[in-house]
């Protein structure tokens, strides 16, 4: 079986979370297998080693998994991007709206460099929101987007088409 079968396989959908009508895919379940959760951290840095990246925004929580032990591999800066209030130092931030709600995220204004090529990580792609909200402190920090990487993608949300205007290369290791 391939990665992205094993990938398929573990993830496991719960429905109605957070509200009726949402499959939830939770991928806790892979953190539980090692060899696997090994497995994806090195196959997104097989994908993201040839770009040139100067850091990798990871958003809370999930994307703190896999978006610093890819950082890790890569020999490069891990720039957290947390919900509104959990960061200690001057912050910027940017409200956005979800699938199921709206939310606010903050970066450290010191994050990310003028000029410095940023990957957005995050498990998983829906309608875009949370990425976007990425990209946008990207920008307002003086960085430039380099693409954006995904464990999951929801690919009939369309999420990928609206993060298009930021960044060209948007890499998901699973689509459902």
Not at 76 to 105: C, W
Request: proline share 5%; net charge negative; charged share 25%.
């Amino acid at each position: 079986m391939n990665l992205k079968e094993r990938i398929t396989q573990s993830i496991r959908t719960v429905p109605d979370f957070p509200k009726p009508g949402i499959m939830f895919k939770d991928i806790t379940p892979l953190l539980k297998d090692v060899k696997l959760s090994k497995e994806i951290t090195e196959a997104l840095a097989e994908y993201w080693s040839p770009h040139k990246l100067d850091a990798i925004v990871g958003i809370e929580s999930r994307g703190f998994i896999w978006g610093n032990s890819l950082a890790q591999l890569l020999s490069i800066p891990f720039v957290p991007i947390r919900k509104i209030g959990k960061l200690p130092a001057e912050t910027l931030n940017f409200k956005y709206d979800l699938e199921y709600g709206s939310a606010e995220v903050e970066i450290h204004k010191d994050g990310i460099e003028r000029g410095k090529r940023v990957l957005v990580h995050d498990d998983l792609l829906a309608t875009g929101g949370t990425a976007i909200a990425a990209a946008e402190l990207i920008n307002m920090s003086g960085g430039e987007v380099a693409g954006f990487s995904f464990l999951v993608e929801l690919g009939f949300l369309n999420g990928s088409k609206e993060l298009t205007r930021y960044a060209s290369n948007i890499h998901s290791l699973v689509t459902y």
